[in-house]
């Protein structure tokens, strides 16, 4: 066994756990300051009895609690301990403490009153991760807020704190939110002192609207019990804000143009996303931070480019919807259209270029044989005439003597014809010899 040597003060030496060539790993106990965060619960317990209800509910969240921390998260605060106060029998539950800010304090100045979307899908992913963490084990949070979301500046994650009213019974609950609760922050459920897995979604909503808006949807004025009635009222009843109106009204000046308008990019499924977690019935919500976790996954792989359109884009979209609308009101345009569809035959990109180059093959061909048809014809037109003249030559030169034509007989309609055949007997010489002028050097000899 290697020896044992101090290595500090305050970090006490435990032992070797191996040795190598490049030097020993020893485990060690760090004995100084540790800082960590206690909630302390304002109901006493005066008796640490299971037979006391209080008590005992006590006992049954915090055995919930430690349930969270049998499979850690990064996104979720450690439990450290729990127990009774020794002075005053308040329950307590004990925390590591994350050093770094909240959400509230990064919404005020010197900081921006909104987040970037980049930051923001960040705190949506990690802030849901948490509570389908704590949903999968059974545990509600019941106060979701701004303030019990931390940045740890060590890590780089939110974290999420504060689980004292999960470990308050329903009537502390109920008596927590009438007097101190963040009621900007809570479902309408939770004025009857309910605490459901929905209730951590619509507190959820919240977050994101202020994130993204850079104010909640229903502001608290002052602290009176009629302000926060008017709050949870508003909750129960109001319609959302415009939270890209909101958005677009608290950027910062120092912003310039370009960046504003990158920041307006909007992804539609976060919109959607908050307006799910916001609705005002816990079943139109989604179930629980399992299913919550599972959109916000699902709405940031599909949103490659999943911005929210210009106002260019969105202009063509409601005149398209508008359009689409006024043919759904004229049935027999529909009917053609569908029929017109149906006649319709879809033919691949790789179909339609061969079925082309056939096309122009077969009309080339065509142009081709046409052309070489009609040459063909004129070439035998020229030979029958050239044959035609050499025949008419021969007549010509075989038969010089005009006396041995042979002559019809006369008749008296034939008369005028034969005289007009015989009389030019004196002038056949001459016509022989221009004959004679034009035929070749080497005449034909008449056949015997």
Not at 331 to 337: E, N, R, T
Not at 352 to 361: E, H, K, Q, R, S
Not at 382 to 398: E, H, K, L, P, W
């Amino acid at each position: 066994m290697s020896k044992v040597f101090t290595i500090v003060e305050g970090l006490e030496n435990l032992g070797a756990l191996r040795t190598g060539g490049q030097g020993s790993v020893y485990k060690g106990k760090r004995t100084g300051t540790i800082y960590t965060a206690v909630k302390l619960i304002p109901t006493p317990l005066h008796t640490e009895d299971l037979e006391d209800r209080n008590y005992r509910n006590f006992q049954n969240e915090v055995a919930k609690l430690k349930k969270v921390n049998e499979d850690p998260s990064p996104n979720v605060v450690k439990i450290l301990s729990s127990g009774i106060t020794e002075s005053g029998s308040f329950p307590f539950i004990e925390m590591e403490f994350i050093e770094g800010p909240d959400l509230g304090e990064l919404l005020t100045h010197p900081h921006d009153k909104i987040f970037i979307l980049k930051e923001l899908v960040k705190v949506a992913d990690q802030l849901a991760c948490a509570l389908a963490h704590c949903h999968k084990v059974g545990v509600k949070h019941g106060d979701i807020k701004s303030d019990n979301v931390k940045y740890n500046i060590h890590t780089g994650n939110y974290i999420l704190l504060d689980f004292g009213l999960a470990i308050m019974t329903e009537e502390q609950r109920r008596t927590s939110i009438r007097h101190a609760g963040a009621v900007e922050f809570m479902a309408p459920e939770q004025n009857e002192g309910k605490m459901l897995m929905q209730t951590d979604v619509y507190s959820y909503g919240v977050v994101l609207f202020e994130l993204l808006g850079g104010q909640v949807p229903y502001p608290l004025t002052g602290n009176s019990d009629t302000g926060r009635n008017m709050v949870m009222l508003c909750h129960m009843e109001d319609a959302l804000p415009d939270v890209l109106e909101l958005r677009r009204t608290n950027m910062p000046k120092t912003w310039n143009k370009e960046k504003k308008d990158q920041e307006m990019q909007v992804p539609a499924w976060l919109i959607n996303l908050i307006a799910k977690c916001l609705q005002k019935k816990p079943e139109d919500r989604y179930a629980n931070g399992i299913a919550l976790h599972e959109a916000v996954v699902a709405g940031s792989i599909s949103s490659v480019t999943g911005y929210s359109p210009g106002p260019e884009i969105a202009a063509l979209q409601t005149e398209n919807e508008r359009l689409q609308q006024a043919l759904a009101q004229q049935p027999q345009l529909s009917q053609i259209g569908e029929d017109i569809d149906k006649s319709k035959i879809l033919v691949s990109k790789t179909a339609f270029n061969g079925i082309m180059v056939l096309m122009i093959i077969f009309m080339l061909l065509s142009g081709y044989l046409a052309f070489f048809k009609d040459r063909s014809a004129k070439i035998h037109v020229g030979n029958t005439d050239s044959i035609q003249n050499s025949a008419d030559t021969t007549v010509v030169d075989s038969a010089p003597n005009p006396a041995t034509y042979y002559k019809p007989p006369v008749t008296r309609d034939t008369a005028q014809q034969d005289s007009v055949i015989v009389k030019p007997e004196t002038d056949t010489p001459a016509v022989t010899d221009s004959l004679e002028d034009l035929a070749p050097d080497t005449t034909v000899a008449p056949e015997p």
